[in-house]
């Protein structure tokens, strides 16, 4: 809508006003908790407090002095309530310039009063969605007068005050305080900040629910509601700003987790995490998984009898990168993996919970983060993963893509075994989560080599051999581990070059999503040495 012609905005505005007096309050909340706290602070100070529906009853049966707003206004509500503050009398005394002539005379004229504080919360809109509730009960809990005059208390906040969160309480009534009675203008024009914000993400939550009941994934306007978790010391460079924000009503994982010991994460610290509880999460908890993980990558990922063994088994795929690296587990920490955790540098340990002996031992490694989940996310859950470009932003629907051994098929002459099939389908998994162009080499449900984020798929498949082949040489081990191992990768072979390698690093089967003109060259290379091929007909790149 274009403002209005009678308002140019080169007009110089006057001063703004330094300290305001509360003398009248609008209280309309849904959220009661702490009500009668603020409100007995005002009536103490002998302001006059207009107030709606359930806060009226709530304050008049304290027994704190209140108006109800339809006796201020002339007009009853109307509508079952949809219709209450929607009145001149209302907005008028939110929106009047004090200092403006004309303002003050139409107030006098109308006997509008001038409304200095306004404390609204919204309709629980986001809880009613996240309840489950149908489309009309969730229409239902759009809130519009509410909204009407945080907007418009908002926009005048050089003399309005405007309270949209219970937690904003305190800092109102140490203004009140520190300056009998008047609030400054430094906390309108943050609480007003706040206030525009709220009301975006209000519409945001609304928005995406019409949008979901018509199935639209990629509505025409996208818009993002997220909530400030933590400020960081900064990105991923020391010169770079960084920030934490977390969504509401998302699964399970580290936005939700909490912190039950160490010092603050940093940006590539929840980078990590995520990517970390991203891949345990693609198992069931019927087996204890661990990943290893460093600079977004597995260095370590093993299926164990125990959380320990699990542990141990994916620590001995690398462990020099997986010295100052981020541990996840599917399971719960116990004393006997966190007594093997303390024995090596590691940054954060995520988990879905862990016992008190284990955090005992943890707690001895002042640094270590610890995040516990509670649970576990459904891997094949959905959602959204953004990524920033230049001037805009790339969505799309989350990988949750998935292969058992009833969707896929067996290319080659040779058939694996079911030991073979097993390891294929855990390599798979593991593969979605390494950066493209990806090699897994996997040997008893454990990562033997991984080759991540190269531009030729072959010089992927040659450094997860070289790998595994250094470990096996630190372990003074008689042969690479990658002998009698299978291969993952996330994208087709190109060309055979890429399955030769990993067939002379001694792999005896392959899975991969086939797709290439050439698969039936690859094939061939394969039957040639011998090796089995799996092709699952998805792709997994990940950049």
Same mark, same amino acid.
């Given at each position: 809508m274009e403002p209005p012609t009678s308002a140019p905005a080169a007009e110089p505005q006057p001063e703004s006003p330094g300290l305001i007096p509360i003398r009248r309050a609008l209280i309309s909340v849904s959220d009661k908790n702490c009500l009668l706290g603020l409100a007995r602070v005002l009536a103490e100070r002998g302001v006059e407090i207009l107030s709606t529906g359930g806060t009226f009853r709530v304050l008049q049966e304290a027994d704190i002095p209140v108006n109800d707003v339809s006796q201020y206004t002339g007009f009853p509500e109307l509508m079952g309530g949809r219709v209450k503050t929607l009145h001149p009398k209302i907005h008028g005394g939110l929106l009047a310039v004090r200092d403006d002539p004309?303002?003050?005379?139409?107030?006098?004229?109308?006997?509008?009063? %001038?409304?200095?504080?306004? @404390?609204?919360?919204?309709?629980?809109?986001?809880?009613?969605?996240?309840?489950?509730?149908?489309? #009309? *009960?969730?229409? #239902?809990?759009? =809130? @519009?007068?509410?909204?009407?005059?945080?907007?418009?208390?908002?926009?005048?906040?050089?003399?309005?005050?405007?309270?949209?969160?219970?937690?904003?309480?305190?800092?109102?009534?140490? #203004?009140?305080?520190?300056?009998?009675?008047?609030?400054?203008?430094?906390?309108?024009?943050?609480?007003?900040?706040?206030?525009?914000? !709220?009301?975006a993400a209000y519409d945001a939550a609304v928005a995406k629910r019409f949008s979901s009941e018509l199935q639209q994934t990629f509505p025409d306007h996208y818009m993002i509601s997220a909530n400030l978790k933590q400020s960081l010391r900064y990105g991923e460079n020391p010169h770079q700003l960084a920030a934490f924000y977390s969504f509401s009503g998302q699964s399970p994982g580290l936005a939700s987790a909490e912190q039950v010991q160490g010092k603050a994460l940093s940006f590539n610290n929840i980078s990590d995490t995520d990517a970390a509880f991203e891949l345990v999460s693609e198992f069931t908890c019927a087996e204890p998984v661990c990943a290893i993980i460093k600079h977004a990558n597995p260095c370590g990922v093993a299926s164990g009898v125990t959380a320990q063994d699990a542990y141990l088994r994916a620590l001995a795929c690398d462990p020099t990168s997986a010295f100052g690296g981020i541990v +996840?587990?599917? @399971?719960?920490?116990?004393?006997?993996?966190?007594? *093997?955790?303390?024995?090596?540098?590691? *940054? /954060?340990?995520?988990?879905?919970?862990?016992? /008190?002996?284990?955090?005992?031992?943890?707690?001895?490694?002042?640094?270590?983060?610890?995040?516990?989940?509670?649970?576990?996310?459904? %891997?094949?859950?959905? $959602?959204?993963?953004?990524?920033?470009?230049?001037? $805009?932003?790339?969505?799309?629907?989350?990988?949750? $893509?998935?292969? =058992?051994?009833?969707? @896929?098929?067996?290319?080659?002459?040779?058939?694996?075994?079911?030991?073979?099939?097993?390891?294929?389908?855990? +390599?798979?998994?593991?593969? !979605?989560?390494?950066?493209?162009?990806?090699?897994?080499?996997?040997?008893?449900?454990?990562?033997?080599?991984?080759?991540?984020?190269?531009?030729?798929?072959?010089?992927?498949?040659?450094?997860?051999?070289? !790998?595994?082949? *250094?470990?096996?040489?630190?372990?003074?081990?008689?042969?690479?581990?990658?002998?009698?191992?299978?291969?993952?990768?996330?994208?087709?072979f190109p060309f055979a070059d890429g399955l030769l390698a990993a067939a002379d690093a001694g792999a005896t089967a392959v899975i991969q999503p086939g797709g290439s003109k050439r698969d039936a060259e690859v094939i061939a290379a394969a039957d040639e040495r011998g090796i089995a091929v799996v092709l699952t007909g998805m792709r997994h790149f990940k950049h």
């Open positions: 004309d303002h003050a005379a139409a107030m006098e004229e109308h006997d509008i009063l %001038p409304i200095d504080l306004v @404390v609204v919360n919204l309709y629980p809109f986001e809880a009613t969605v996240a309840a489950g509730k149908s489309f #009309e *009960e969730c229409v #239902e809990n759009i =809130d @519009v007068g509410g909204p009407t005059m945080i907007r418009g208390a908002s926009k005048n906040f050089r003399y309005v005050t405007v309270v949209t969160d219970v937690q904003q309480y305190t800092d109102v009534i140490a #203004e009140l305080d520190e300056n009998d009675g008047a609030t400054s203008h430094k906390l309108r024009r943050k609480l007003a900040a706040a206030a525009f914000g !709220k009301l +996840a587990l599917n @399971v719960t920490v116990d004393l006997h993996v966190a007594e *093997e955790i303390a024995k090596v540098f590691t *940054e /954060v340990v995520i988990a879905p919970d862990a016992t /008190v002996e284990a955090l005992e031992i943890l707690s001895k490694k002042k640094n270590l983060r610890v995040m516990l989940t509670g649970t576990m996310p459904d %891997p094949e859950g959905t $959602g959204m993963t953004f990524k920033s470009v230049s001037g $805009g932003m790339l969505l799309q629907t989350r990988d949750n $893509g998935t292969r =058992d051994e009833d969707d @896929v098929t067996v290319a080659s002459k040779k058939v694996p075994t079911d030991e073979e099939m097993k390891n294929l389908l855990f +390599a798979w998994k593991v593969c !979605k989560h390494v950066k493209s162009n990806a090699i897994v080499y996997v040997r008893n449900m454990a990562t033997v080599g991984t080759g991540a984020g190269q531009m030729s798929r072959v010089d992927a498949s040659r450094i997860a051999a070289w !790998k595994a082949e *250094e470990a096996s040489s630190n372990a003074e081990e008689e042969e690479s581990r990658t002998v009698g191992s299978v291969v993952a990768s996330d994208a087709f």
